[in-house]
């Protein structure tokens, strides 16, 4: 598969104020197949990850250590993680985080050599209660034992937070409250926080009013407002595309220095616990735009676009992704 020309790409980004490379964490394996009706077999989760990093991708969630009962599509993850341990042997600096509520799940994970872990909190208590069974407070408390413990073993801990532009219970979240519960995960020792809009709700001017509430940076992007406790360098997004909106609220955050996106290989994903949804940015449509604006991000498009191509088979049903449809179109015509 070739991957036509996009201009301009050479030299400086052409917008002001955009980083020259970023991070992706791909989360196609875990937030993308945790919501599949059907359950992959664990080979063919393992191979998805195994051709994700052969495209280029550093950051990988593998998969959850919850209760298999309230994510049966992961409950196979202690199968999955011995079929990726050559990983990191094969492609240098390729990490493998996974995803742990409860000192019970980060057990599980530390038995497996499981380097990277991610917390995961809500805004909102009516997600909070959905998705962990506990109030804001609670789930905080039972994650505080966890981060002291990974820490404590080295393993480096990623803090999401869900809900942190607008809850299908409670309607639009306001800035100051997502602020409030992300401070206390930071504070709590997150070596990286990502902002989740679990049901993708958030436009741009809004993804900017919470970066500078949160990390101090102007709404315009011009530097330092004051107030902000979390360094946007350890600040992450986390955008369901449910609106469309996904690429220019990253865009936003590029623009005020956030320089890890979250995403999903072919816009794999959904909630569980948010029946409202649907799936992450595709990792594709971003590295679409990134490469189109001269961000490097080390991704081999054409690989993972094929990937994605190969994983909708397995699920059969095509990606929604609208570069992954492109491409697959262009390669079918030649
Ligand atoms: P609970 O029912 O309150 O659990 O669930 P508990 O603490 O009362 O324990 C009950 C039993 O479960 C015990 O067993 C535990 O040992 C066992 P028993 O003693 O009765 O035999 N147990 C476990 N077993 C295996 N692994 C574990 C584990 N923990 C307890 N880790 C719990 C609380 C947090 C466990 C549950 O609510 C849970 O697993 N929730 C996970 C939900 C989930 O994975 N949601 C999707 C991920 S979040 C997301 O997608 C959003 C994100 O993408 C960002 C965004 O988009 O916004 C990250
Ligand atoms: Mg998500």
Not at 85 to 102: E, F, I, K, Q
């Amino acid at each position: 598969m070739t991957v036509p020309m996009q201009g301009p790409t050479a030299g400086r980004p052409p917008i002001e104020g955009l980083p020259r490379e970023v991070r992706i964490h791909e989360v196609g394996a875990r937030d993308g197949l945790q919501n599949e009706q059907a359950t992959v077999p664990t080979e063919v989760k393992a191979e998805f990850v195994h051709r994700l990093a052969e495209a280029g991708l550093t950051t990988i969630e593998a998969t959850s250590f919850v209760h298999p009962k309230w994510v049966p599509q992961l409950a196979d993850a202690a199968e999955l993680m011995p079929l990726l341990a050559d990983l990191p042997g094969r492609y240098p600096g390729v990490r493998l985080p996974v995803l742990v509520p409860n000192e019970r799940g980060l057990e599980r994970a530390l038995e497996l050599g499981v380097r990277e872990i991610a917390v995961f909190g809500s805004a909102t208590e009516s997600f909070a209660r959905a998705n962990l069974n506990r109030t804001v407070d609670e789930s905080l408390a039972m994650f505080e034992p966890v981060v002291a413990r990974a820490k404590a073993a080295g393993v480096r801990v990623r803090g999401y937070l869900s809900m942190c532009f607008g809850d299908p219970w409670e309607g639009p979240v306001p800035v100051a409250q997502v602020a409030g519960v992300a401070r206390r995960l930071y504070e709590m020792g997150c070596d990286e926080l990502s902002l989740g809009d679990t049901i993708g709700v958030a436009t741009p001017g809004h993804v900017a009013a919470l970066l500078a509430e949160l990390t101090g940076t102007g709404t315009d992007g011009s530097g330092p407002a004051g107030g902000g406790t979390v360094p946007v360098e350890r600040t992450a997004v986390h955008f369901h595309d449910t609106y469309g909106q996904a690429l220019s609220n990253t865009l936003a955050a590029l623009q005020r220095g956030v320089t890890v996106v979250d995403a999903s290989a072919g816009g794999l994903g959904g909630c569980p616990y948010a029946k409202s949804a649907t799936g992450n940015l595709a990792t594709e449509d971003l590295v679409w735009m990134l490469h189109g604006l001269g961000i490097r991000t080390g991704v081999d498009l054409a690989r993972l676009s094929a990937t994605s191509v190969w994983m909708a088979d397995r699920l059969g049903r095509p990606s929604p992704s609208r570069t992954v449809r492109a491409l697959n179109r262009q390669e079918q015509q030649q």
